[in-house]
C-alpha cells in the first residue's frame, strides 16, 4: 500500500514541515525515492489519508490542510488551508464513508469538518485541557472517540446535540491518557494509551473488565490495530519502541 508520512523541522528559529507519499512504504523517509512530496509552512503534527489521493494535515499553526495528488500523482497540491482551532492542532481523523474529518487542539477544542464545503460545522468545548487524539469510528459516522490531557476518554454521538458526549471509564484517570484508537473490525472496541506507556484494550459495550498492560517505559504516542489480523494491536512510543501486540497485549 502507499505510505504517507509528515515531518517537522526546526530551521533558524521557526519550525517548518512537509509531507511525502511513498508507492512502497520500504523507500521511506529517503527523500529521492519518494512519489511526491511538499514543503509546508508549519510543522505537521499529524497527517491522515481521506481518499485515494487526498490527505488531511494537522498543522501547528492551528490550522486544518487538504493536500491531493495531481499530475500523475507526483504532484501534492493544496485544496485548502483553514486556521479555526486558536492553538496547536494536535490530532485529525477522517469520518468514515463521508468527506468530512474531526480536529482536536491545544485549545481544548474538537471540531468537525466538512471537507467539501471547507468549513467547520461543529465545534465542541467540552475538555478542560488540550485534546491530545481523536479517532473516528470504522463503522458510524456519527460517532468518535477523544482523550486530552484532562484524564478523559470520551464517546461522542453526533446525533445527540443537547448531549454528545458520555465518559468512558479508565483505570487510572490521574494519569492522562494520550493516544486512543478504534478496532477496525469490532465497533465496540476500542485501544488507548497513557503517559506512563501502558497499554488498555476496552470493550465499551461488554461486561469484560479492560486489559491493561505496561508495554513502554515512556508514553505511548500512536495506536494502530491491523486491518488484516483482527487480533494484533502496534504501539509506538516517546521511549523510540515499536510493540506489536496480541489479543492478550502479549509482544509478538
Known amino acids: 500500500g502507499t505510505l504517507v508520512l509528515g515531518a517537522s523541522s526546526l530551521t533558524g528559529r521557526t519550525w517548518q514541515g512537509s509531507v511525502w507519499i511513498y508507492s512502497d512504504p520500504a523507500q521511506a523517509p529517503n527523500e529521492e525515492l519518494c512519489k511526491a512530496g ?7 503534527t499529524d497527517v491522515k489519508w481521506v481518499s485515494e489521493k487526498g490527505v488531511v494535515v494537522a498543522s501547528d499553526s492551528g490550522a486544518l490542510e487538504l493536500w491531493e495528488l495531481a499530475e500523475d500523482e507526483r504532484l501534492l497540491v493544496n485544496r485548502f488551508t483553514k486556521h479555526e482551532h486558536d492553538h496547536i492542532v494536535t490530532t485529525v481523523s477522517p469520518v468514515t464513508g463521508a468527506s468530512s474529518a474531526v ?3 491545544m485549545d481544548c477544542r474538537i471540531k ?5 464545503q471547507e468549513t467547520v460545522v461543529t465545534t465542541y468545548n467540552v475538555h478542560t485541557q488540550p485534546v491530545s487524539c481523536v479517532a473516528c469510528s470504522p463503522t458510524d459516522e456519527s460517532l468518535f472517540i477523544s482523550c486530552s ?6 464517546m461522542w454521538d453526533r446525533r445527540k446535540p443537547n448531549k454528545p458526549a458520555s465518559r468512558i471509564d479508565v483505570e487510572s484517570p ?17 485501544a488507548f494509551g497513557d503517559e506512563l506507556g501502558r497499554v488498555t484494550v476496552k470493550d465499551f459495550l461488554g461486561t469484560d473488565p479492560a486489559r491493561m498492560e505496561n508495554i513502554h517505559s515512556r508514553r505511548v504516542n500512536g495506536l494502530a490495530f491491523s486491518t488484516h489480523s483482527a487480533s494484533m494491536l502496534a504501539s ?11 489479543s492478550e497485549l502479549q509482544e509478538m
Open 38 to 44: 511538499v514543503q509546508t509552512e508549519t510543522g505537521v
Open 103 to 105: 480536529t482536536g487542539s
Open 112 to 116: 468537525v469538518w466538512d471537507l467539501s
Open 149 to 154: 490531557q484532562d484524564g478523559r476518554v470520551l
Open 174 to 190: 490521574i494519569c492522562s491518557p494520550t493516544t486512543v484508537a478504534w478496532h477496525p473490525h469490532h465497533r465496540s472496541t476500542i
Open 236 to 246: 509506538t512510543s516517546d521511549d523510540c519502541s515499536l510493540a506489536v501486540l496480541n
